[in-house]
């Protein structure tokens, strides 16, 4: 993911069939190419044992380099497939979905009260694998990979084509989002704004919601203070805890987004605080307009190319692992999804899969 919560192309593989040594391969080939030792690394993935298993003897998505999460929507989807309860399946993706930890264990609790089997399967997940409210703030608000779906559907109808056709969509359309996001970029520049659409509209948002909040500092030196908010009904009412020093709140949310929250907003109006200074970096727009600043060159008709095999295979190595300029610990979330390999210029069942996801779809 971008610092816009965009798809951000970064590799792509065509393999025989998802299996783990397929998936070995092409975590090998990330870490060679894209990942080259930097920390900070949060996949996003269904599942698969063949993929868990290589993730696991793998370096970059294991502590203390880096995490696996698993997306939320298939371990509902699992969980739906052995206890077959559509109830209980909503309050599963509740509990999944749910920042709070307080709420997360009422939530729990409702399901262990209708189903004590539904509770022993997904008690038995790692809930940081699974959860919102035990991740730590490394899967930055994204729960799902519903967002790779999208360029999936936009190759589906190519996945019959021969390989060569199958690279050409895969380019063109990176090119594409590199293309139409540098504009982008350059407008929000133009807006003065400080970070990227996706943290503006969620600071602003948050920043209405601290109107109807109230707050009683408790210590200057640690700047916390506990906030008091009012329901949109009007009735009752909910407290939550802001340290400003450790830059975190009870509701779960400064942590996951790196965005202060409505309680942190008042938080920091209190003690003449700057907010805008609590905005974590990986929002910061002109790192976003750097990403998308690299250029694609054209690729010439075969009967130009000196060395065919050579000129393709250096255009593809020599752009697709570097479109990343950089990584900052926390700041993308990187989700991969492999699809099928085929034999060299060989027509079949191929399907590329991509390992990102997008806003604009």
């Given at each position: 993911?971008?610092?816009?919560?965009?798809?951000?192309?970064?590799?792509?593989?065509?393999?025989?069939?998802?299996?783990?040594?397929?998936?070995?391969?092409?975590?090998?080939?990330?870490?060679?190419?894209?990942?080259?030792?930097?920390?900070?690394?949060?996949?996003?993935?269904?599942?698969?044992?063949?993929?868990?298993?290589?993730?696991?003897?793998?370096?970059?998505?294991?502590?203390?380099?880096?995490?696996?999460?698993?997306?939320?929507?298939?371990?509902?989807?699992?969980?739906?497939?052995?206890?077959?309860?559509?109830?209980?399946?909503?309050?599963?993706?509740?509990?999944?979905?749910?920042?709070?930890?307080?709420?997360?264990?009422?939530?729990?609790?409702?399901?262990?009260?209708?189903?004590?089997?539904?509770?022993?399967?997904?008690?038995?997940?790692?809930?940081?694998?699974?959860?919102?409210?035990?991740?730590?703030?490394?899967?930055?608000?994204?729960?799902?990979?519903?967002?790779?779906?999208?360029?999936?559907?936009?190759?589906?109808?190519?996945?019959?084509?021969?390989?060569?056709?199958?690279?050409?969509?895969?380019?063109?359309?990176?090119?594409?989002?590199?293309?139409?996001?540098?504009?982008?970029?350059h407008k929000m520049l133009q807006n003065n704004q400080l970070w990227?659409?996706?943290?503006?509209?969620?600071?602003?948002?948050?920043?209405?919601k601290a109107v109807e909040h109230t707050v009683m500092k408790y210590?200057?030196?640690?700047?916390?203070?506990?906030?008091?908010?009012?329901?949109?009904?009007?009735?009752?009412?909910?407290?939550?805890?802001?340290?400003?020093?450790?830059?975190?709140?009870?509701?779960?949310?400064?942590?996951?987004?790196?965005?202060?929250?409505?309680?942190?907003?008042?938080?920091?109006?209190?003690?003449?605080?700057?907010?805008?200074?609590?905005?974590?970096?990986?929002?910061?727009?002109?790192?976003?307009?750097?990403?998308?600043?690299?250029?694609?060159?054209?690729?010439?008709?075969?009967?130009?190319?000196?060395?065919?095999?050579?000129?393709?295979?250096?255009?593809?190595?020599?752009?697709?692992?570097?479109?990343?300029?950089?990584?900052?610990?926390?700041?993308?979330?990187?989700?991969?999804?492999?699809?099928?390999?085929?034999?060299?210029?060989?027509?079949?069942?191929?399907?590329?899969?991509?390992?990102?996801?997008?806003?604009?779809?």
């Amino acid at each position: 993911m971008d610092r816009n919560q965009q798809v951000l192309p970064l590799a792509f593989a065509i393999v025989d069939e998802e299996t783990y040594p397929s998936w070995k391969w092409f975590l090998q080939q990330l870490s060679r190419h894209v990942i080259r030792g930097r920390h900070g690394m949060c996949l996003i993935s269904s599942r698969h044992g063949g993929l868990n298993k290589a993730v696991r003897e793998g370096p970059d998505f294991v502590s203390p380099n880096g995490v696996h999460r698993y997306c939320l929507r298939h371990v509902c989807s699992n969980f739906n497939s052995i206890i077959k309860n559509v109830v209980l399946k909503d309050l599963c993706w509740q509990a999944g979905a749910e920042y709070q930890l307080r709420k997360f264990n009422r939530i729990m609790e409702e399901i262990k009260k209708q189903s004590v089997k539904a509770f022993a399967y997904l008690d038995q997940i790692n809930k940081e694998k699974w959860t919102a409210s035990h991740d730590g703030g490394w899967r930055c608000g994204i729960l799902t990979t519903n967002m790779s779906e999208c360029i999936n559907g936009v190759l589906k109808g190519a996945r019959r084509l021969p390989v060569s056709a199958l690279v050409e969509i895969t380019l063109e359309r990176t090119v594409y989002y590199f293309r139409v996001r540098a504009i982008k970029g350059h407008k929000m520049l133009q807006n003065n704004q400080l970070w990227t659409d996706f943290a503006c509209k969620m600071f602003i948002s948050w920043q209405q919601k601290a109107v109807e909040h109230t707050v009683m500092k408790y210590s200057h030196a640690q700047q916390s203070a506990s906030v008091v908010t009012r329901r949109q009904t009007g009735h009752g009412m909910n407290t939550h805890v802001v340290k400003i020093g450790n830059r975190e709140c009870s509701c779960g949310k400064w942590n996951q987004f790196g965005i202060p929250c409505s309680h942190a907003k008042k938080v920091c109006g209190a003690y003449n605080i700057s907010v805008a200074s609590m905005v974590k970096d990986l929002y910061d727009l002109m790192a976003y307009n750097n990403t998308y600043s690299k250029h694609f060159e054209p690729v010439q008709l075969e009967d130009y190319w000196d060395d065919p095999i050579s000129s393709w295979s250096t255009t593809l190595l020599s752009v697709l692992p570097h479109v990343l300029v950089e990584i900052k610990q926390h700041a993308f979330i990187m989700r991969w999804i492999v699809g099928r390999r085929q034999e060299a210029q060989q027509q079949g069942d191929s399907s590329i899969q991509e390992n990102m996801s997008e806003e604009d779809c």
